[in-house]
């Protein structure tokens, strides 16, 4: 399963009120794979589909799709602010990394 740290909950939880969307919640979506595995994607959404799980952080919901659940385990949403650069990474998990060197990179 995936973690959420408290700073991305709190941030994810701000950026929501400030649009007026409080009783929405994050959205983690597997895109497009490249040659180093697969990608995600971070949306805004109001409410879960079908067949998503739910993972709630100190009053944040994040919706996952059950399949995209699986690659995520071992990973860690969180969100970084060194001043110059802000945002939300996903990082650790067992996915391959392209700076590792991917031989069918083109």
Known sequence: MITIT??????AIAILAAEGKD???LRIYSAEGGCCGPSYGL???ERPMADDEI??????RVFVNRNTLSTLVGMQLDYYDDG???GFILSGGAAPSCSSGCSSCG
Request: hydrophobic content about 30%; overall charge negative.
């Open 84 to 86: 110059e650069r802000e």
């Open 43 to 45: 949306d805004i959404d």
């Open 55 to 60: 993972i709630e952080k100190n009053g944040l």
């Open 23 to 25: 009783s929405w919640g």
């Open 6 to 11: 408290d700073k991305a909950a709190e941030k």
